[in-house]
């Protein structure tokens, strides 16, 4: 349901465009134009997830590429809005001891929203061990050849139990 919240500001931000003359920028149009396809793509994935629980089957590989998608759009959207918007975009308001106004607002809460429920590094490093299957990244300080069991020269070298071995115990 994320992408319902993004449309509506995405609408927002057309709708300021217009008023402000610059909607017809063949540039900004094109800027429009990804943004609107990645709230499509955000709306067809929830879709996805949906029909996947439908049949009873857990769509964990969805769930952790919507998380990353959603707030890497979001990020990119708030620079977006503030480019387009201008230096106006950089001003606070007349009066203000420190209110944002909404798309300044927009472009600090986006960056948030790459480190809450995990940063966008750790959702990457997720998604490569849980849905690609890619081994673990080796600890701090650890050999380059040993990364705790995992693929490792001992692993690989005949010690009697493969990794399958390993996880049926």
Request: proline share 4%; charged share 25%.
């Amino acid at each position: 349901v994320q992408h319902m919240a993004y449309e509506h500001e995405f609408w927002e931000l057309v709708e300021l465009l217009r008023k402000n003359g610059k909607s017809t920028d063949p540039v900004t149009r094109q800027h429009l134009a990804w943004a609107y396809t990645e709230i499509a793509l955000m709306r067809f994935s929830g879709a996805r997830m949906l029909a996947e629980l439908a049949q009873e089957r857990r769509p964990e590989v969805a769930l952790l590429l919507s998380k990353l998608q959603w707030s890497q759009y979001h990020k990119r959207f708030g620079e977006l809005a503030m480019d387009l918007l201008g230096l106006d975009s950089l001003v606070l308001p007349d009066g203000s001891q420190y209110d944002l106004n909404r798309w300044q607002a927009v472009f600090l809460w986006s960056r948030a929203a790459t480190i809450y429920s995990g940063t966008s590094e750790i959702q990457r490093n997720i998604i490569g061990e849980r849905a690609l299957g890619l081994p673990r990244e080796p600890a701090p300080g650890a050999s380059p050849t040993h990364r705790g069991g995992r693929g490792g020269a001992q692993s690989r070298q005949g010690n009697g139990a493969n990794r399958r071995d390993m996880d049926s115990n």
